[in-house]
């Protein structure tokens, strides 16, 4: 892999912001640039101080005036739901029998759950993630499908299969020994390849007996250096459902407690419903609540408190959950991450905003020396970000007059559009891709 310079307006966040007006929270360069080599950062700062440095051999990609950030992050996503994306008219319980569980069928046949994969990961690329946490289906050739798909392209990936033996069609249905076996396989087989890493994943309490809660803590005491990923208290339904099942525990987080699932490296979608005894668990725990906007707003599950969250110290983070979310696109995540917290009295600054795609969501997932910033060490996984690629963006452009206002436009009207280029690991992939579509058209005219 060869050397370049990746020049731009250089953003990168070094902490939490305290408000839009923390200038300190990031590292802003004008003109500035991120020397890559053998798909690791080198060097960061301003141009002039960094080219210095390089040979005058090393290419350089010249972004300038798009802003180059490091590559977003998803903490929360189902790459087997990715054709179910838009599917009208229910709530999480109905939505996941009217359409869900169909579609997750699918995933048994191996060319399916591979073309389905290639779609997922490029989708991810358009809109500038180039990590993800994401469920597979039941089936293990979905995960085969997903690793290898995020293995071509060198993207930093957490996945694992679903463990489900109740409440679900039979098709999708395992049970607790083939759980754990088929588990432990995927285990052996993904986790610390390349920059795989696996997430042991019973999809929650409703589709787990008490049996399965088990193997799944066995699991997780085996592999400590695995994620746990599951659901929490998206939905009143679901709350009552999975507490009249376990009907011993105190509540709906206590029940994962129980099972001695929840810890640093546990991720648990939507935690919307929460007491404040359940968030202190979390707080105590260092489990990551995630907050799913579009999600959330389509199934119409509720508004997650992200201010309690702070307040009682639990950490958090952000993700789409496709296909109950409703874009692939962190940027319009976080705009209705916005209305969300507006609506509830709490203010989503920009820079709170572009810390939670980047540097926050990777502190989330405890990989803040490899992603989400750009520091010398760092895998060289970027964003380019062009604030005007709509008409509408570029005549609000032209009064904005602080980095501020430019995310912010970003934030609420940018899409993949607004993704100019993507970098994992140092390699393009959103020109390159377009390049091998164009000679595949041009292959078969001349066919």
Same mark, same amino acid.
């Given at each position: 892999?060869?050397?370049?310079?990746?020049?731009?307006?250089?953003?990168?966040?070094?902490?939490?912001?305290?408000?839009?007006?923390?200038?300190?929270?990031?590292?802003?360069?004008?003109?500035?640039?991120?020397?890559?080599?053998?798909?690791?950062?080198?060097?960061?700062?301003?141009?002039?101080?960094?080219?210095?440095?390089?040979?005058?051999?090393?290419?350089?990609?010249?972004?300038?005036?798009?802003?180059?950030?490091?590559?977003?992050?998803?903490?929360?996503?189902?790459?087997?739901?990715?054709?179910?994306?838009?599917?009208?008219?229910?709530?999480?319980?109905?939505?996941?029998?009217?359409?869900?569980?169909?579609?997750?069928?699918?995933?048994?046949?191996?060319?399916?759950?591979?073309?389905?994969?290639?779609?997922?990961?490029?989708?991810?690329?358009?809109?500038?993630?180039?990590?993800?946490?994401?469920?597979?289906?039941?089936?293990?050739?979905?995960?085969?499908?997903?690793?290898?798909?995020?293995?071509?392209?060198?993207?930093?990936?957490?996945?694992?299969?679903?463990?489900?033996?109740?409440?679900?069609?039979?098709?999708?249905?395992?049970?607790?020994?083939?759980?754990?076996?088929?588990?432990?396989?995927?285990?052996?087989?993904?986790?610390?390849?390349?920059?795989?890493?696996?997430?042991?994943?019973?999809?929650?309490?409703?589709?787990?007996?008490?049996?399965?809660?088990?193997?799944?803590?066995?699991?997780?005491?085996?592999?400590?250096?695995?994620?746990?990923?599951?659901?929490?208290?998206?939905?009143?339904?679901?709350?009552?459902?999975?507490?009249?099942?376990?009907?011993?525990?105190?509540?709906?987080?206590?029940?994962?407690?129980?099972?001695?699932?929840?810890?640093?490296?546990? %991720?648990?979608?939507?935690?919307?419903?929460? *007491?404040?005894? /359940?968030?202190? #668990?979390?707080? @105590?725990?260092?489990?990551? &609540?995630?907050?799913?906007?579009?999600?959330?707003?389509?199934?119409?599950?509720?508004?997650?408190?992200?201010?309690?969250?702070?307040?009682?110290?639990?950490?958090?983070?952000?993700?789409?959950?496709?296909?109950?979310?409703?874009?692939?696109?962190?940027?319009?995540?976080?705009?209705?991450?916005?209305?969300?917290?507006?609506?509830?009295?709490?203010?989503?600054?920009?820079?709170?905003?572009?810390?939670?795609?980047?540097?926050?969501?990777?502190?989330?997932?405890?990989?803040?020396?490899?992603?989400?910033?750009?520091?010398?060490?760092?895998?060289?996984?970027?964003?380019?970000?062009?604030?005007?690629?709509?008409?509408?963006?570029?005549?609000?452009?032209?009064?904005?007059?602080?980095?501020?206002?430019?995310?912010?436009? %970003?934030?609420?009207?940018?899409?993949?559009? *607004?993704?100019? /280029?993507?970098? #994992?690991?140092? @390699?393009?992939?959103?020109? &390159?891709?377009?390049?091998?579509?164009?000679?595949?058209?041009?292959?078969?005219?001349?066919?």
């Amino acid at each position: 892999m060869s050397d370049q310079l990746i020049r731009g307006r250089v953003l990168t966040f070094v902490k939490e912001p305290a408000g839009v007006d923390d200038a300190g929270s990031y590292r802003f360069f004008e003109d500035g640039a991120v020397f890559v080599s053998k798909g690791k950062i080198a060097g960061v700062g301003p141009y002039g101080d960094v080219a210095k440095h390089v040979g005058p051999s090393v290419k350089i990609a010249d972004h300038r005036p798009h802003l180059v950030m490091p590559g977003f992050i998803d903490t929360h996503l189902h790459f087997p739901q990715t054709q179910a994306i838009a599917s009208y008219g229910a709530q999480l319980l109905e939505w996941l029998n009217t359409y869900i569980f169909v579609e997750e069928q699918k995933f048994k046949a191996p060319e399916h759950a591979a073309f389905i994969a290639d779609r997922f990961m490029d989708e991810l690329l358009s809109n500038g993630t180039t990590t993800a946490a994401a469920y597979c289906s039941v089936h293990p050739e979905s995960v085969d499908a997903f690793f290898t798909a995020a293995e071509e392209r060198n993207m930093l990936m957490i996945g694992g299969k679903v463990m489900m033996d109740r409440n679900a069609p039979d098709a999708l249905r395992d049970t607790p020994e083939k759980g754990y076996d088929e588990t432990k396989a995927l285990i052996a087989k993904w986790h610390g390849r390349g920059r795989a890493h696996y997430a042991i994943s019973p999809r929650f309490a409703i589709t787990s007996t008490p049996e399965q809660m088990e193997v799944s803590r066995v699991l997780a005491a085996e592999h400590p250096d695995c994620y746990v990923q599951t659901h929490l208290s998206e939905n009143r339904d679901e709350i009552a459902f999975a507490t009249s099942l376990y009907p011993e525990a105190k509540d709906y987080t206590d029940i994962y407690a129980r099972y001695e699932l929840l810890g640093r490296k546990t %991720l648990l979608g939507h935690c919307i419903h929460l *007491s404040d005894r /359940e968030i202190s #668990v979390l707080a @105590k725990t260092g489990a990551v &609540g995630v907050f799913c906007p579009t999600s959330n707003l389509f199934l119409g599950s509720g508004l997650f408190d992200r201010d309690r969250f702070d307040r009682l110290g639990a950490r958090h983070a952000v993700a789409t959950d496709v296909g109950g979310g409703t874009s692939f696109s962190m940027l319009e995540t976080m705009d209705e991450a916005y209305k969300v917290l507006h609506l509830q009295g709490q203010r989503l600054s920009p820079l709170n905003s572009f810390y939670m795609l980047t540097l926050g969501n990777a502190r989330a997932l405890d990989l803040e020396h490899r992603i989400g910033s750009l520091h010398a060490g760092a895998d060289a996984d970027i964003v380019v970000l062009d604030s005007r690629a709509k008409p509408a963006m570029e005549l609000r452009m032209q009064v904005a007059s602080t980095l501020a206002e430019e995310l912010f436009v %970003l934030q609420t009207m940018g899409d993949d559009r *607004s993704v100019a /280029e993507v970098y #994992v690991a140092g @390699k393009p992939m959103k020109s &390159g891709r377009r390049e091998t579509k164009a000679e595949a058209v041009r292959a078969l005219a001349m066919a």
